[in-house]
Each structure stands twice: as C-alpha cells, then as structure tokens.
C-alpha cells in the first residue's frame, strides 16, 4: 500500500472514532462506541505494523545500497566564480589534410583548389604591429601571379568586430597583403564567382617590390 493511500485510511479512521464517540456522548447511537472501538484498534495496530515493515525494507535498501541514501540530495553547485573563462568553440573540417572552419571555407577551398591555385587555408602570420609583434589567423592566404592576398569568409560574429577587422587588415596591408572580405553565405552559394572577383582585385594590386641587391 502506499504511503499516500495509507495516510489517509489513518485520517479517515481518526475521523471515525471522533464521530462515534460524538454519537455516544449524544446518545444518538447508544453503545455504538463499544462495539465499533476494538474495529478502530485493529485498523490502527494494522497500520502500525504496515508502517514498521515499510521502516525496515528502507533500512535494509539503504544498507545495501548507501549510495541510495544520497539521490534525493541536491547536486553540488560548481562553484561560478572560480569557473575559466570558457573558450569559443571552433568547427574543425578535415578536408585534404587542412582543417578548416566552416563548410563556406570548404566551398572556397574547392573552388581555389579547381583553378590550381596555390593557397594556404587557416595559417596563423606573425607581423610587425604598432607597438608589438602579434599572430594572426586568416582564412586563406593564397599566391597568384607573384601576388599574395588574404581571402576572409566572414561569418555573422564578424558584425560585432568590424573595427577590429579592419585595424587587422591595415597591417597587413603594410605588409603587402591584399585583403578582400567576402560574407560566408555568399561563399557558400557562389564561391566560384568569389574566387574570381578575389583573383582580380589581386591582378590590379602592386606587385611586392624585389629586394635590394648587394653592390
């Protein structure tokens, strides 16, 4: 029997002995107190012995099994504040060996890699800043005609960066690295007509000058 249904059995017995004795006492049931009592006793011992044997398979669960004891407790909070700093999660496509970001630098790559041009996807480039030497990773680096340009595939999040995007593009622009930003979507739905519009913006830049000889 359950606890719920077993509680109110209890209550409804209690609610009985109040209402015979009620009627007793009134002498609306004369002697009725008598002969229902030892039925209210039993129904009370009954109850009783049902809640012992319900005490001791709990104490025997628990002996077995103390981790039983525990999974009503609530679960350890981590502590917040000394939680790092969680670090952006980055998309990692195996594709001919390189790992590239998203399935929009797939397409680009497919579509460099169609017109045999030489390219590097993802490297990470040390340069000269205004005040230190930094790392930077770009999308596609790529090499045409005795150029070199930057292909980025700008993603959403790029909206929220522009100004740091385009300090970024300065420096390499210092360096004589085109920089040509494409949106991912279009990447994805055209990327040839990408690779073409990048390859001649970068017929149309300088060519890197030769460096000096020796006399």
């Not at 929220?160 to 593009?169: E, G, I, K, L």
Request: aromatic share 6%.
């Amino acid at each position: 029997m359950s606890y719920p249904l077993r509680r109110w059995l209890m209550i409804a017995v209690a609610v009985t002995a109040v209402l015979i004795s009620a009627l007793d006492l009134l002498n609306l049931l004369p002697d009725i107190a008598a002969k229902l009592t030892p039925l209210l006793i039993a129904a009370v011992i009954g109850f009783m012995l049902s809640e012992s044997r319900q005490l001791r398979r709990i104490r025997a669960a628990i002996k077995n099994n103390p981790a039983a004891s525990q999974t009503t407790a609530k679960p350890r909070q981590p502590n917040k504040k000394r939680q790092p700093n969680p670090q952006p999660e980055y998309r990692a496509i195996a594709w001919h060996g390189m790992t590239l970001r998203s399935h929009s630098e797939v397409k680009i790559a497919k579509a460099l890699d169609r017109k045999g041009i030489l390219f590097l996807a993802d490297p990470k480039i040390r340069l000269d800043t205004e005040n230190h030497r930094q790392t930077r990773e770009v999308d596609f680096l790529i090499q045409h005609n005795g150029r070199w340009g930057i292909l980025e595939v700008d993603g959403p999040h790029h909206q929220h960066s522009a100004a740091a995007d385009q300090w970024r593009d300065s420096r390499f622009s210092q360096h004589g690295l085109v920089v040509v930003r494409f949106p991912a979507d279009l990447c994805y739905r055209q990327p040839d007509t990408v690779v073409e519009t990048f390859l001649q913006k970068l017929a149309v830049s300088p060519l890197p000058e030769p460096p000096p000889t020796e006399t």
